[in-house]
């Protein structure tokens, strides 16, 4: 499909300041991603007002349902710091229109369409600067409920909207609202656009007007946007969605998706085993040994991982999430080093693992055991590395590791059975950069 793409645009030149801000996010390693609004009450996930074909006169109600008393922004910054997550990426909107901040534009948000009346996207930028976070704000230009959105995606056609409406205005709504959030909330890290793919076309989203809105209103903010294609004019960093990088298992990259690794990436999945982004009445998390596994593959990868959480109605993030989150923390406390902050490679990604780096340091991660013909695990496995100049070599957890050098010059480490970790083998090899 054609992506109506313009070909006289000028080169895209970022600020200074927006390169600052895309070498700190591709050393950030680990967000935490909060799918979040009034769709919670149903607690059926954010996709209930077009999967159950409901109208918007009946979704409305759900604002007398939707009364989050329980919500503290600084509990839930805390945990994602804990956690060992560097930032936040909220959803300030998502497909069904309803806002999370006081917008102006419409009375479908938090603050006048209920009687919580607060602005929750307001108190989350406040505590996340308190507490040393970034803030990125998810935005869904596609809407399901505004009248001017048309002519209509393959989405939310069913809401009951009449058959007739004006896209430039909708669009002039969308800058507006994007204008208030880049305006009024402090400093904003970047902008998540969703929803580009309800309608395929740069030339219709009038894509570069919306990029040159957010960059003149916050320079140093960065821009990502899931349309599962490869970056366009004015775009900071690469999103994939339920995939790492170059990977396609759940069929949403177009045919046309190339990897651009002089961006950032990231790796946006969620923690609801169910595979959720919002919220469902299912509270099972995905294993720990399965968190773990989706982290370290994305660094490997070189990209970060946004990892989702979708809260209760009620403002309270469940239980077992914290839970999962809490272990997740404890896992970095003890090998941190390897994750994040390191930048993915030497070696490709393997079935058995990946790679990462850091400054005079290689650190292989074992995933996936090598399994004989009995299905029983190996006695040892042989892991093939580039050339390097080693100078000492270990498992990160506790016991000494053998290598040896083929007349190539490839490295072969050898690692033994005994001292795999249920989650993540890990090795560590110090190299000397300068040989």
């Not at 009620?314 to 941190?336: M, N, V």
């Not at 050339?387 to 000492?392: D, H, I, K, M």
């Not at 590791?401 to 005994?418: A, K, M, N, P």
Request: hydrophobic share 35%.
């Amino acid at each position: 499909m054609d992506d109506g793409m313009v070909d006289e645009l000028p080169e895209y030149v970022p600020s200074a300041g927006n390169l600052k801000q895309r070498a700190w996010f591709r050393s950030a390693g680990l967000g935490m991603f909060i799918h979040w609004g009034v769709y919670s009450v149903l607690g059926r996930g954010e996709w209930v007002l077009n999967n159950e074909r409901m109208k918007m006169s009946d979704y409305e109600q759900l604002r007398g349902h939707f009364h989050p008393s329980n919500f503290n922004a600084t509990e839930w910054v805390l945990l994602a710091k804990s956690a060992g997550m560097s930032y936040i990426t909220f959803t300030s909107k998502h497909h069904d229109g309803f806002c999370m901040w006081h917008t102006k534009q419409t009375r479908w948000n938090i603050v006048d369409a209920t009687s919580y009346g607060q602005d929750i996207l307001r108190q989350l930028a406040e505590a996340c600067r308190e507490h040393g976070l970034k803030l990125f704000v998810y935005y869904s230009p596609l809407d399901w409920s505004h009248p001017d959105y048309f002519p209509r995606g393959f989405t939310g056609t069913e809401t009951g909207r009449p058959a007739g409406g004006n896209w430039s205005e909708y669009l002039a709504y969308m800058h507006r609202q994007l204008e208030e959030i880049l305006s009024e909330y402090g400093e904003i890290a970047g902008i998540w656009l969703d929803g580009w793919w309800d309608k395929p076309s740069h030339e219709t989203w009038r894509t570069e007007e919306t990029y040159k809105l957010i960059h003149r209103l916050q320079p140093n903010a960065l821009i990502g946007n899931n349309h599962h294609r490869s970056p366009y004019w004015g775009e900071d960093m690469q999103i994939f969605e339920k995939d790492a990088p170059g990977e396609n298992t759940q069929g949403y990259a177009h045919s046309s998706l190339q990897v651009d690794s002089s961006l950032p990436l990231e790796t946006c999945d969620t923690l609801h085993a169910n595979g959720a982004w919002g919220y469902t009445g299912d509270h099972t998390p995905k294993p720990m040994e399965h968190v773990v596994r989706m982290l370290v593959r994305s660094a490997g990868f070189d990209a970060n991982l946004l990892l989702n959480v979708g809260p209760m109605p009620t403002g309270d993030i469940q239980p077992e999430f914290q839970q999962s989150l809490q272990l997740l923390g404890a896992w970095l406390g003890q090998y941190r080093e390897s994750v994040l902050g390191t930048r993915g490679g030497p070696s490709p990604p393997a079935p058995w693992g990946v790679t990462t780096r850091r400054q005079g340091i290689v650190y292989i991660h074992i995933l996936e055991w090598a399994r004989g013909a009995d299905g029983e695990n190996l006695p040892q496995m042989r892991i093939p590395l580039p050339r390097l100049a080693f100078e000492s070599i270990l498992s990160l957890q506790g016991d000494s590791i053998h290598r040896s050098v083929d007349s190539t010059g490839i490295t072969e480490v050898e690692v033994q059975e005994g001292v795999r970790d249920e989650y993540d083998t890990i090795i560590k090899v110090s190299i000397d950069d300068k040989a």
